[in-house]
């Protein structure tokens, strides 16, 4: 287990002297983010080329994390995204984002 979630939850089970019914830990769950899977990556990507967004921006990658997580991209998850296009040998810019897309 991730050494940061364990502290966490020793940290939680000692303000529980007594024990902590199970329904205690789902706000906890709540504020976790939720982080794509590593097959979720290669999905996002494949999607992106199936759907002609490649060479795929920010907007385009950003766009496409929300559609998966329900959540706003973190860098790290972009930049994920962006190494798994570039090691599918597809162009990526994740710096800046394109105004205008070419027909």
């Known amino acids: 287990m991730n050494s940061f979630i364990e502290r966490a939850l020793n940290w939680l089970r000692a303000g529980y002297p007594n024990g902590v019914p199970d329904t205690d830990y789902q706000p906890l769950l709540a504020l976790l983010r939720r982080r794509l899977t590593d097959e979720e990556v290669d ?60 027909p």
Do not use: C, N
Not at 54 to 66: E, F, R, S
Not at 72 to 91: K, S
């Open 43 to 102: 999905e996002l990507g494949q999607e992106l080329v199936r759907s002609g967004l490649v060479p795929a921006d920010k907007v385009d990658v950003g766009v496409g994390i929300i559609k998966v997580t329900d959540d706003l991209p973190t860098d790290e998850e972009m930049t994920r995204v962006g190494e798994r296009l570039r090691e599918g040998g597809w162009p990526v810019d994740l710096d800046e984002a394109r105004h205008h897309r070419e």
